[in-house]
């Protein structure tokens, strides 16, 4: 039995909740964005007024102001939308328990065993009416083979419509489309193509595995196998929870970091943030990495391990301005900053004890975290803070634990 792969996307979907729950703003051009007072203030989606100013995703919102003086700027309700795409969730599940989420706003549905709702299309109509009709926003959806197929469907026709993408007609819907539509295919990587001659997706699909490889490694035979409609890779099923590989932060100062102090406060504020939910998922990890950008938004990443497998705040943030130190030159201040942790093991992982008393003193740093934890949990992150943390309120005057949001974003599941 061949496959049916529906991809749902939910139109514009932070400004289509925005405006469904603001009747005032609804005939005006709106856009959801992050705060201009504290330098996030990028356009993160648009309704289709805005779009017809020519406003674009991730385009600076004075940029965006310009193209449309009388925009409507708001600020993202994450609490909202994680409450809408839960609604959207569950009317899908009437359908199957193979649903993969792919953010907040998308998800890809298996529904080859959902014949007694009809085949494909029929209930891709029918999940495209009910999300109108129940929740009042739009949804398109791609049906298809396989995962990638159902997404350029999804993508296909904008806003509220449903696109049928098979093994007969994929080399004429699919392979015209430029190179840069297909999953995974980013900005560098379209670069790359074109300064090969390779523009469309049927380009891609038409050059040898071996060739792309030489041209891209190992992500060239990925591309040849996406192109062609070869992928096989299954709907996970609703509940699945991914293998957590990494864990971090990262922010927009409010204003430009001048100097080494400045960029240690708001280290441990990232620092604080990464420790505490590696702690509360039972992890400790042995590399650090960093994230830094500067003013002219050029950045640099590094990473450095530690001596022991750790979840405790002060040595990961020490790590992190030691690989700072190393590697920043201060050509330019800095603008942003991120810290985040990998190579994982359980925090119950035997420890190798030395001499020196190490283990013992990070055992012990690691209960007073664990306690300064349930302090924030009770009366909130303020209670407690490091003194470092009140010499300059305007850089860790902001939580990044509570305001973190994770989009399950994933294509490949761990081996």
């Not at 739009?138 to 298809?144: D, E, L, Y």
């Not at 904008?158 to 015209?176: C, E, L, S």
């Not at 670069?191 to 490694?217: K, N, Q, V, W």
């Not at 900053?337 to 190579?343: A, M, N, P, Q, R």
Request: aromatic content about 10%.
């Amino acid at each position: 039995m061949e496959r049916s792969i529906l991809h749902a996307d939910c139109n514009k979907f932070y400004a289509s909740v925005e405006c469904l729950h603001r009747p005032e703003i609804r005939s005006k051009p709106v856009i959801v964005g992050g705060d201009e007072d504290l330098r996030h203030g990028i356009v993160l989606t648009k309704n289709e007024i805005a779009s017809k100013f020519g406003i674009k995703t991730a385009e600076p919102i004075w940029q965006a102001r310009q193209k449309c003086p009388d925009l409507v700027v708001v600020k993202p309700n994450y609490p909202l939308y994680l409450r809408f795409s839960a609604l959207t969730r569950e009317i899908y599940a009437d359908y199957t328990d193979q649903i993969e989420p792919f953010g907040l706003d998308e998800c890809w549905l298996d529904v080859t065993g959902s014949g007694i709702f009809g085949n494909g299309m029929t209930i891709a109509e029918e999940i495209r009416r009910r999300v109108k009709f129940e929740l009042g926003i739009t949804v398109s959806i791609g049906v298809s083979y396989n995962k990638i197929f159902a997404k350029l469907g999804s993508d296909y026709k904008k806003p509220d419509a449903v696109t049928q993408i098979t093994k007969r007609n994929f080399k004429d819907i699919v392979w015209p489309l430029p190179a840069q539509n297909l999953l995974y295919v980013g900005r560098s990587t379209a670069a790359r193509f074109r300064s090969c001659g390779i523009f469309t997706i049927g380009d891609i699909a038409l050059c040898t595995p071996e060739y792309l490889h030489m041209l891209l490694g190992k992500t060239g035979y990925m591309y040849h196998v996406f192109a062609n409609g070869l992928d096989n890779e299954p709907v996970s099923k609703m509940g699945n929870k991914a293998v957590v590989k990494s864990i971090g932060n990262s922010s927009t100062a409010p204003r430009d970091l001048e100097n080494e102090q400045d960029v240690k406060v708001l280290m441990y504020v990232l620092g604080e943030s990464v420790a505490r939910r590696m702690r509360e998922q039972g992890f400790c990890c042995k590399t650090v990495c960093i994230t830094v950008r500067d003013n002219a938004l050029l950045r640099i990443e590094r990473q450095g391990k530690l001596p022991a497998y750790s979840a405790d705040t002060g040595e990961i943030t020490k790590k992190a301005m030691e690989l700072f130190r190393k590697n920043y030159n201060w050509r330019r201040p800095v603008r942003s900053i991120g810290i985040s942790c990998t190579d994982f093991e359980q925090e119950d992982f035997p420890a190798q004890l030395d001499l020196y008393g190490c283990a013992q003193r990070r055992a012990k740093a690691q209960r007073l975290d664990k306690t300064v934890d349930e302090l924030k949990e009770r009366f909130g992150n303020f209670c407690v803070q490091r003194g470092l943390m009140l010499t300059d309120r305007g850089l860790s005057g902001f939580n990044p634990y509570s305001e973190n949001v994770i989009h399950p974003i994933g294509y490949f599941k761990p081996q």
